[in-house]
């Protein structure tokens, strides 16, 4: 489940920069941003990824070869991608 706690950063916007340029408040959150919509210094709105979506490892690595279609850059994997990977491979049930 999702929770505040998860967001990498917030971004705190007025509803006039908001309405302006949406498409590019939903990157940001995409990328796990927490977005703050104000009026006035008040919060109106907060907006948050939904819960994590789950993909097979042939959608993860067809996002990939797309990603890198498209950008000519290769995905960059965190540090402990691989161990992850070998401990579900040899945790798995036939």
Do not use: N, Q, W
């Not at 796990?32 to 109106?44: C, L, Q």
Request: proline share 4%; glycine share 2%; hydrophobic share 40%.
């Amino acid at each position: 489940m999702y929770t505040r706690h998860m967001a990498k950063h917030v971004i705190h916007i007025s509803e006039t920069e908001a309405a302006s340029d949406f498409s590019s408040l939903l990157k940001h959150v995409r990328a796990g941003a927490e977005v703050i919509i104000e009026s006035k210094s008040e919060p109106v709105a907060i907006l948050h990824a939904v819960e994590p979506s789950h993909r097979t490892i042939s959608e993860c690595i067809a996002r990939a070869k797309a990603y890198e279609e498209e950008t000519g850059e290769a995905p960059v994997l965190d540090t402990d991608f691989a161990e992850d990977v070998e401990k579900v491979i040899a945790d798995r049930k036939p």
